[in-house]
């Protein structure tokens, strides 16, 4: 004779095996964390020899995609861009002048925010992890850091990074750059 409630146990394990299968899976995860705008992240990662993945981290950190964000610092667009560095951007990469409103546009915006990040990648020794550090910190702050021994450029390191705000934001950018790169392996 079985005994119902072993009918029901099995059943409810059942159950929680589907849904940890289903939780595991790369296209459960697409519905999670879609790409917006990839023919653009695409181009532009292309074009300044930028990882994709983590230009999709930044945005996704940043923004979450909302184009329309602006910080209460006055970032804006996808990116994050604050006027005083698109306006830097603009004139070291020779771009046409854009207006404030034409730099939220998510096509500029990703090409400024691609290139500016591709300058910092370079500069930054194709090191990813200070390269995470310095856009939301800046560069001069980050590289006061190198110089100085306060930090050692490491993700096994970042408590050492002397701001909490860019602490976390790196690992925040860490986690969804991995994430990234699991769910869509093979798509850029």
């Known amino acids: 004779?079985?005994?119902?409630?072993?009918?029901?146990?099995?059943?409810?394990?059942f159950l929680l095996f589907l849904v940890f299968l289903a939780i595991n899976t790369k296209w459960l995860?697409?519905?999670?964390y879609p790409?917006?705008?990839?023919?653009?992240?695409?181009?532009?990662?292309?074009r300044y020899e930028l990882d994709p993945f983590l230009t999709l981290s930044i945005i996704q950190v940043e923004?979450?995609?909302?184009?329309?964000?602006?910080?209460?610092?006055?970032?804006?667009?996808l990116m994050q861009l604050m006027p005083e560095t698109a306006n830097w951007i603009i004139k070291e990469g020779k771009?046409?002048?854009?207006?404030?409103?034409?730099?939220?546009?998510?096509?500029?915006?990703?090409?400024l925010?691609?290139?500016?990040?591709?300058k910092m990648y370079r500069s930054f020794d194709?090191?990813?992890?200070?390269?995470?550090?310095?856009?939301?910190a800046g560069p001069g702050n980050v590289n006061k850091w190198l110089d100085?021994?306060?930090?050692?450029?490491?993700?096994?390191?970042?408590?050492?990074?002397?701001?909490g705000e860019t602490r976390h934001y790196v690992q925040r950018v860490l986690y969804f750059y991995d994430r990234y790169q699991w769910i869509y392996e093979f798509e850029f």
């Open 1 to 13: 004779m079985v005994k119902l409630g072993s009918k029901k146990s099995f059943f409810i394990f």
């Open 29 to 32: 995860w697409q519905l999670i």
């Open 35 to 46: 790409i917006k705008y990839e023919k653009e992240i695409e181009y532009y990662s292309n």
């Open 63 to 77: 923004t979450k995609f909302d184009e329309d964000k602006i910080s209460k610092k006055g970032a804006t667009g």
């Open 95 to 111: 771009f046409p002048s854009y207006s404030t409103e034409e730099i939220l546009k998510p096509k500029i915006n990703i090409e």
């Open 113 to 118: 925010g691609s290139w500016y990040l591709a």
């Open 126 to 136: 194709e090191n990813i992890v200070t390269t995470i550090a310095a856009y939301n």
């Open 148 to 163: 100085s021994g306060i930090w050692d450029g490491s993700a096994e390191n970042l408590s050492q990074i002397p701001f």
